[in-house]
C-alpha cells in the first residue's frame, strides 16, 4: 500500500488525536519506540532452506561483507537495526577487525557471536555433551575462540545454541550428558569479561529427535543456575512444543533476572524460521506486553534480535517486514492502558481486562511506527522503498559471479 | 472504551475516507456486513465449566424461555443474532410451540436442534457405535425426535455431534462401529424434509482418548458422501489437533460443496471453548478470508454458530464480545484488495500477497462495525451498553430462586 | 488368560533360565520388585468422567471408608500398594483417626493429602494465585488444615496440585500471580514438621486454558527453590505438552534433588487419566529405566502414586492393571544390561546401545511379576482372581443404596 | 544379544508350546510371517541429515547400484525385503534395463517410482500447484517420465510425495491450487497401465510451513476420488499431527477400498524418519492389528515400504533393525486371541477386550521371526552376523574414493 505523504501524515494526525482523546502520551510511546533496538543476523541474508532443498536466489551475498551492506540496507530503512548477529565458522573472515571497521563504516556494529557445534564432522553424535572427551574439549576451544573474535569486533554477547541430543532411546544417558555439558562450558564461562554474557538457547526438538541437551527453559535456566550471574536464557520463539504460553516464560524469566535476549521468528509446526508474526502477531503483542510492563528490566539487557530463514521470499523484503512487524507489535504494546489493566485485574473483571489488550491490539498502528521510522532517518514505507530503489536488481547483477552464501 | 457520537462519527469518517482512497466500495462492505447472521447457543446463556468444576454465576437462566430472553439480549445489542441454537434434551419443554412463540415474540427464531448422544447412561460406550444393538436404536430414535421437533420448532438444520469412541485400544472395532454409524443414520437421514440438513460435526478427542469415531473432517466427509446430499459438515474451530490449517479445511468443504456450518469458538490447547477469536485472530480472519472468497457459496447454506463455555467471566458480556469478534474477522475480510491478492499470487510476488491480507488485517474495522450494528438498530458499544442497562443486576434478582440451567 | 499353576511354574522357569543365562542376578531382580510400592489414591475409587457426563458404576463407595476396603482389595491381590492417597474435603471424615485406624484393620496406611484449591465457589479465578488476598487466605488455610490432617493419620506427604491460571490474555497479571504464589505458600510450608514433604506438581493447562500458573516443571522447580528443601516437584504422566520428554524430566529432577514423587497415569492427548501404560507402555519402561539408573536416590523418598479416571471401565480391575504395568515396567527395566548399556554409550555405538534397551523391554516378564506377587501374597492373575471372587458383585449389591462418591 | 542356536532352539519350543497352549496355530502364524514383504528405499542407503547438517558415513554408496548392493544384504540377511524403491532422478541412470538386470542378479526387483517434484529450481513455490503452467507442466513431464521407468524397471507403483504448499498466509489461493493440482495429474493418471497404481501420499507440514497441498488423510483421499480407482492413498508413519490415530486412519482407508501402501518410520516430534517402531513399538503394533484384522484386504495390494533416515546411526544395520521390528509387530498381531476379542468388544467388556491385545503385544516373539527369518535362508540375528561379517569394513575400504550419494 502506497501512500502519499499527506495522507500519511493525516493518518498520523488523526492516530495521534485518537489516542490523545484515549489518554495516551503519544510522545513518551514515540520516544520508547525510536529507543526499540533490533539485531538482523548474518545468516538470514544468505541462502537457507529445508533439509529436502536450499534454493537460491538471486544477488544473495557471497561475503561476509556483503551480508553487512544488506543489512545496513535494513538499518538504512528502518532506523532500528544498527548491529548484526555473526555466525562462526560462517561469518569468519581472516580480518576481523576489518570486518569491525566496514561494519562502523556501514552505521552498524557487530552484534552477538554465535559458535556452531553442529556442523563439523565430529559433532555427529554431539559437542559439549559428546561422550568423547576430545570432541567436547575442541567445542570448548570454539567457544573460546568465539569470546577472543566477540572482543576482537566489540560485542558483549555470545550466543549459544546447542543442538546436542540423541536421536533413540538408550543412545546416552541424560545425566552424564548434562554434567559433561556444565564442565565443559566452566572454562568459556570463566573466560568471560566484564559485561560480557552468554546466552543459552534451548530448542524442543531438531536436530535432535529423541531427546535434546537443552530442550526447554528450565534446562536452560537450571544450567545458567549453575554457571553463574553472566549466563541468561535465551528464548527462541520457534523453540517451544505446541501451545506453550510463551509471554507467560518471558514474564518468568524477566522475573527470574535471566532473560538474556530473543531470537525473532514465528511458526506454526516445528521451528519453522518464519517471519516474526506471521503466523500470530496477537502472540507477538502479548510478548511485547510482558516486555513493557517489565519496564527497565525490559530494555537495557536484553537482546532482540531475529533469527529467521526466508526460504521462499525475498531475503531483504523478509526482513523489512519482521522490523516492521516487531515495530508494529511494541507499538501496540505501549498503548495498553495500564491503569485500567491494573483495575480491571483486581476487580476480577476477565473481560475487562481482556479488552483492555484488543484496545490496543486493534489500534492501526502503522502511522505512528511510519512516523518514528522517519524520525529515525528511515522511511515510512521501507518495503516499497526498497522495492522503488533498484538495490535488489543492483546487488543481482554485482553478486552474479561467486558463490552465494549459505549455511554451510 | 466508551467514545461519545462525535468521536464516533469522526472516526468512521476517517476510516471510510480512508477506505474509500483504498479502493474499497464501502457501501458493499456494509451491506456485506448487515447480511451477516451469528446463531447463539441456548447453552452458552447456562452454567458451564470443566470437569474439575461448574462455577454457578448469578442471574443464570432457569428455563429455556429465560435463556432466549438473555439471547433476544444480545440480538438487540448486535442486530445479527436472531436465531437460537437449542439442545435436547436440556431444552426440552413440553410445549415447543409455545417455545417457539415466545421466540418470535422476541424476535428471535429457532436455529439448530442439538441431539444430545453422550449423556444417557446408555451411551457410556456409545450412541450410534454402540455394539449393542438397542443403544444404537435408543439413539436413532432421538434423532428421530429430533427431526420432529425442529420441523415443530421451524427449524431446518440437525446439528449432530457424536462424542462415540473408546479409550483403550481393542475396546472395540473402528469399523465395525463405523459400519454401525452409517447404518443407524440412514433412518433419520431418510427422514429429512427437503430442506433440512444435518451438519455432521467432528472431533480430535475428548470425551474420548484413544479414538473418536468422527475425529477429523475426512471421517465426517466420508460420512457425509455415504448419506447423501443433505448431510454437511461442521467445523468446530476448537476440534482439531494442533497446528491444523482450519482456514484450508474450510477452503476445501468449500469446494466439496460440504460446508454445513461452524461452531465458532477458539481455543489454546484442546477443545478449550474460549470466545472465538481471543488466542489467534489472525486464523479468525484467514477463515473469513476464504469464506468472503467463496462468496454465494458461504453464503446462503452455511450456519455460522457459535459454541462457547463462558467458564469464568460473564456470559453474556462474553458472547457480546464473541460476535463483535467475528463482525470485525468479517470487516477485515471484505477489506482484502483481492484484484492485488490475485495479482500478487500469480505472479509469485510472495510477501506481496501476503501483506494484501496485513494491510486488511491491521486496519482498525471497530468505526465500521460500530456503525452497522447502529444501523440494523443495535448499539455501537454493546458490552458498555449492556453493562449500563442493568440487565444483569435485574435478571439477578429476578432468577435468584429456582435452579440455574447447565449442561445437565 | 488364565494358566494352570503348573504352566506358570514352568514359564518362570524358563525365563529365569534365560535371565540368567543373559547374566541377570534374578535374585536381585526379585528383590526390587519385591521392595516396590504404588499409592492409590482414594479418588479413582469413585465415580468420575468428563465435563460431559460422569457415568454411575455399580458398587461404588459412598465413603471413604468403603474406598479404604477398595484399595486394600487391590494391595489383597497385588501386595505393592499398602497405602492410599487422600483427597480433602472429598475425603474428609469426622474422625480421621478413626479413618487411620480402619486403614491399619486393613494393612493400609494413608498417603499422601491431596488439598483442593479448585472447586470452592471463591476459587473460580484462583485461589493461592487470586487476586483478592482473602481468597488467598483461604486457600492457605486449607492448606495448613491438610498438614494437621497428615499429621494426624500419620502422613508425611502434602501433595499439591494448583489448578490456578487464566483464560484469557490480560485477565491478570503472571508475575503479580507468582509472587502471590510464592508468598502464599511460605507459611504452609512453614508449618511443615521434620519428614513432612510438600509435592508441587505441575500442569500443561486445564481447568485454565489460556495460562497455567505452574505449567510446567520448570515453573515448579523455580517455586520449590525459593520456598525450600522440603518441597520437591511431583511429575504427573499426563501433565506435559505433546511430545515432551518425560524421562529425560524425571533424570534431571532426580539430579536436581528435587524429584518427589509421581503421579502415574497415561495419555494420548491431554491429561486423559487413562491406566498408565495403555497408551505407549514403552516410554512408561524409560521412565523406570531412568529410575533404576539413579538407584537409592528414586527408591527413599520418591513417592510412586497413582492418579486415573476409571470413566468407562470397572474400576477396582482397572487399579490392578494399572499395577501390573507398573510392576512390569519396573521389571523390564530391572533387566536392562547396564554394563553393555554403558559400554555401548561410550563407544557411540548409538544402535548398540538402543538394543540393550529393546532386549530388556521385549522380554516377557510377566512370569516374574507374577512369581513376586505371590512372594508378597498377592495373586498371579490378580485380575483374574478378581473376577472370581465375586467382590465386585458383592459390593455392588452392599452399595446399592446411598450416594456413590465422586469427584463433588 | 547373540545366542546359542541350541539355546534358541530351546526358547523356540518353549515358545511355540506357550502359542499352542494358548490356543495359537504356530504354522498358520509362521506362514503369515513368512509372506511378509517390506520394501526398501535406495535413498536410505546414502547418506542423509537435517536442515543443519547432513553427516557422512564411511561405505556408503556411490552409485544406485551400490546402493542395490547394501539392499541385497538387507534381504540376504531376512529373507523378507525382496524389492528397492528408487527415487528419481536420486537413482537415475542410463540404463535403466541394466538397473533392473542387476536387481535380478541380486535377487531383488525394482519397487515403487518415487518421483521428485521439490529440488528443481522451478519448484520454489510448488510443483503441480505452482501459479505458473509451465512449471507445472514440466512436473507434469517428470511424471509421465517416472511413468515410463515404471514400465522399464517393471514396476507397477508410482509413489507420489508432493511437497508443494506456502509458507505465508495469502501466498496462494488453496482452491486454486488445489484445482491445478487435479487437472495436473489427470495426465500422468491416465497414463497408467493396467496393473499400475498411483500411490498419493500426505503430510501435514514440512518443507511448507504454512499449508501444505496434502496435508492430510483426507485431501489426499479426495484426490483419489477425483483420479480413479488406481489412485489410492499412502500412509507415511511420521507424516500427521501429534496425536492423531495412525491406526484408525489405516482402518478406514481399508474401509474405503484406498489404502495403497505405507511408508514406515517413527517420530516422537515431526517427520523425525526414525527407526520404525522406535518411539512406540506400541502403536505400530496396533497397525498390525488392523492390517490383521482386514486379511486379505491387507495382503494383495498395499505396498509395505520403509522411508527413514538414517542420520547418526549405521544405515545397514538401522534397516536390518527396521525391519526385524516390522516382523516383530507383525508377529505380535498375528498371536491376537481374535475370538477372545470379539467377545470382549460385544460384551462391553473393556479392559477384558484391551488385555487381549496385551497378551499378544507382551508376548516375547523373537524367537519366531527368528525362526521364520532361517526358513526364509536369512539370518537368526541379522544384525549380529551383519556385524560379524566385515561387510561394513569391506565396502568402507570399496567405497572409499568417489562421492556417497545423499538426498541431491
Sequence with gaps: MTMSDATRSSAYDALTQDLTRRGVDVATVERSLRQQRIETPSWAYGNSGTRFRVFSQPGVPRTPFEKFADAAEVHRLTGVCPSVAIHIPWDRVDDFGALRDYATSMGLTVGAINPNLFQDDAYRLGSLCHPDPAVRRQATEHLLACNAIARGVGSDLISLWLADGTNYAGQDSFIERRHRLIDALR???????????????????????????????????????????????????GHHAQGVNVEQIVALLIDEERLGGFHFNSRKYADDDLI?????????????????????????????????????????????????????????????????????????????????????????????????????????????????????????????????????
Design 276 to 408: 516474526v508474526g506471521s503466523t500470530n502477531p496477537f502472540e507477538l503483542f502479548l510478548i511485547y506486553v510482558e516486555l513493557v510492563a517489565a519496564g527497565a528490566a525490559a530494555t537495557d539487557r536484553i537482546a532482540y534480535m531475529i533469527d529467521q530463514s526466508f526460504n521462499v521470499e525475498s531475503k531483504i523484503e523478509g526482513m523489512l517486514l519482521s522490523v516492521t512487524n516487531l515495530q508494529e507489535a511494541l507499538a501496540r504494546a505501549l498503548l495498553v492502558d495500564r491503569p485500567a489493566l491494573v483495575d480491571a485485574q483486581r476487580g476480577s473483571d476477565v473481560l475487562g481486562a481482556h479488552r483492555v489488550l484488543l484496545d490496543a491490539f486493534q489500534t492501526d498502528v502503522r502511522p505512528l511506527t511510519a512516523k518514528v521510522r522517519l524520525d529515525l532517518g528511515g522511511e515510512a514505507d521501507p518495503i516499497g522503498t526498497f522495492r522503488a530503489s533498484g538495490y535488489a536488481d543492483r546487488v543481482a547483477t554485482e553478486r552474479a559471479d561467486g558463490t552465494a552464501m549459505s549455511w554451510t
Design 187 to 237: 572454562e568459556p564461562y570463566a573466560d568471560l569479561r566484564d559485561g560480557q554474557r552468554l546466552l543459552v538457547e534451548y530448542k524442543f526438538f531438531e536436530p535432535a529427535f529423541y531427546h535434546t541437551d537443552l530442550a526447554d527453559w528450565g534446562m536452560a535456566l537450571t544450567l545458567c543456575q549453575k554457571l553463574g550471574p553472566r549466563a541468561e536464557v535465551l528464548v527462541d520463539l
